[in-house]
Nanobody, 122 residues
Framework: QVQLVESGGGLVQAGGSLRLSCAASGSILSINRMGWYRQAPGKQRELVAA??????????ESVKGRFTISRNNAKNAKNTVYLQMSSLKPEDTAVYYCNAEGMVVAGFRGYWGQGTQVTVSS
């Protein structure tokens, strides 16, 4: 079993900042990539940002320059990623989901967190 535990969502005014955290635990042998997706009401889930085990990152165009994804490189916390969100806009309001892709005994798998609500008021 692999678990992703997210934290850090909440309500913030436009222009404010929030930091999301996601910690992966369980029987995962190695993680290739971790990322954040979001889903607003009535819309499809979309990639916000992702980071590979090698440190490469990619971002949705709508968040470039405002959001930063990073990993905790401490030996005992390498399966933790953060999403620093700044200059938040009302259109950033969504449920944010953590995603991890990696190897388990059964092969290559992807996992999702339970989601955390981010609400940006105007």
């Amino acid at each position: 079993q692999v678990q992703l535990v997210e934290s850090g969502g909440g309500l913030v005014q436009a222009g404010g900042s929030l930091r999301l955290s996601c910690a992966a635990s369980g029987s995962i042998l190695s993680i290739n990539r971790m990322g954040w997706y979001r889903q607003a009401p009535g819309k499809q889930r979309e990639l916000v940002a992702a980071i590979t085990s090698g440190g490469s990152t990619n971002y949705a165009e709508s968040v470039k320059g405002r959001f930063t994804i990073s990993r905790n490189n401490a030996k005992n916390a390498k399966n933790t990623v953060y999403l620093q969100m700044s200059s938040l806009k009302p259109e950033d309001t969504a449920v944010y989901y953590c995603n991890a892709e990696g190897m388990v005994v059964a092969g290559f798998r992807g996992y999702w967190g339970q989601g955390t609500q981010v609400t940006v008021s105007s």
